[in-house]
């Protein structure tokens, strides 16, 4: 089933903020840690990555690629050759543009998540179809480690939902990533669902 289409609050424990070594390098191995992500604490404070219920939304519009999508107000924007990668430390949301394919079905497992292999922390978890503003998208869900914090070099296990979404000549590849145990449905929903090639 979609996880967008039940929505299921785990409670949280009462505890401070939650982190978990999972593995670590031996000293001076140049390697990173691997840590779980932080949970909420009893007190409702927001968590690494977590979007807050009272986000505020901008639009981000890409004259060049002719998309646009919303975005939570402070995350980092950073424009590339074949779309845009918006960030906030664990969490992020990746739009890349491709040439539409001849068959997309094909394009999907035979080359897309062929290339998936090849991040760190990858694991299959599902692949199927959701119905977004009346459009039937394929969709992928699986785990990978987020990038390595450019302070203490530890890597977040996270989940990726990752969407497809065809335009008249290009195809749209949009990837929002999130902690594990970080609740941003809504928020990745109303990403998803705002997207419009323009």
């Given at each position: 089933m979609?996880?967008f289409?039940t929505r299921?609050r785990a409670p949280?424990?009462?505890?401070?903020?939650?982190?978990?070594?999972?593995t670590?390098?031996s000293?001076g191995?140049?390697?990173s840690a691997?840590?779980a992500?932080a949970?909420?604490?009893a007190?409702?404070?927001?968590t690494?990555?977590d979007?807050?219920?009272n986000?505020?939304?901008?639009?981000y519009?890409?004259a060049?690629?002719?998309?646009?999508?919303?975005?939570?107000?402070?995350?980092q924007v950073?424009?590339?050759?074949?779309?845009?990668?918006i960030?906030?430390?664990d969490?992020?949301e990746i739009?890349?543009?491709?040439a539409?394919?001849a068959?997309?079905?094909t394009?999907?497992?035979g080359t897309?998540?062929?290339?998936l292999?090849v991040q760190?922390g990858?694991?299959?978890?599902?692949?199927?179809?959701v119905t977004?503003?009346?459009?039937?998208?394929?969709?992928?869900r699986?785990?990978?480690?987020?990038a390595?914090?450019?302070v203490?070099?530890?890597r977040?296990p996270s989940?990726?939902?990752?969407y497809y979404?065809?335009g008249?000549h290009?195809?749209a590849?949009?990837?929002l990533?999130?902690?594990q145990?970080?609740?941003?449905v809504?928020?990745f929903?109303?990403?998803?669902?705002?997207f419009a090639?323009?």
């Open positions: 979609n996880r289409m299921r949280w424990v009462a505890l401070s903020i939650v982190t978990v070594l999972l670590a390098c000293a191995s140049g390697g691997i840590v992500s949970s909420e604490d007190g409702g404070g927001v690494s990555g979007v807050p219920d986000a505020v939304f901008l639009t519009h890409d060049a690629h002719g998309f646009s999508i919303q975005y939570v107000e402070g995350w950073a424009p590339s050759s074949d779309g845009v990668a960030r906030d430390k969490s992020s739009i890349r543009i491709v539409a394919p068959d997309l079905t394009y999907v497992s897309d998540i062929t290339a292999h760190p990858y694991r299959f978890e599902n692949q199927g179809t977004v503003r009346g459009v039937d998208l394929i969709h992928l699986y785990q990978i480690l987020s390595p914090d450019p203490t070099g530890n977040v989940f990726a939902d990752r979404v065809p008249s290009n195809l590849i949009v990837t990533v999130t902690p145990g970080v609740d941003n809504d928020a929903q109303q990403m998803i669902g705002s090639w323009s």
